[in-house]
């Protein structure tokens, strides 16, 4: 049986992880980042809603505890 496709989250990181996101890998297809429209914080992770140079608005969410990206179309 084939493993499933994991989505990936490039990003770029300065002092820390995951300051900005540059593109990502979800259901098989890769995106460029065009523009991180907003950022924000929670106890759970980071969350970017950025604008794809394709057009569609995603939601990358990095979670601290499972150290993973969720990805979802915004």
Known sequence: ???PI????ACYS???YAER???FLWQGKEYQVS???DTWFSPLGKSFRV???DGPVFLLEY???SARWQ???H
Not at 6 to 9: A, G, Y
């Open 71 to 73: 990805i979802s179309l």
């Open 35 to 37: 523009r991180v429209v």
């Open 6 to 9: 994991e989505d990936r989250v």
């Open 21 to 23: 996101p540059t593109g």
């Open 51 to 53: 604008c794809t140079i």
């Open 14 to 16: 300065g002092a820390t």
């Open 63 to 65: 979670l601290y505890d």
């Open 1 to 3: 049986m084939d493993d």
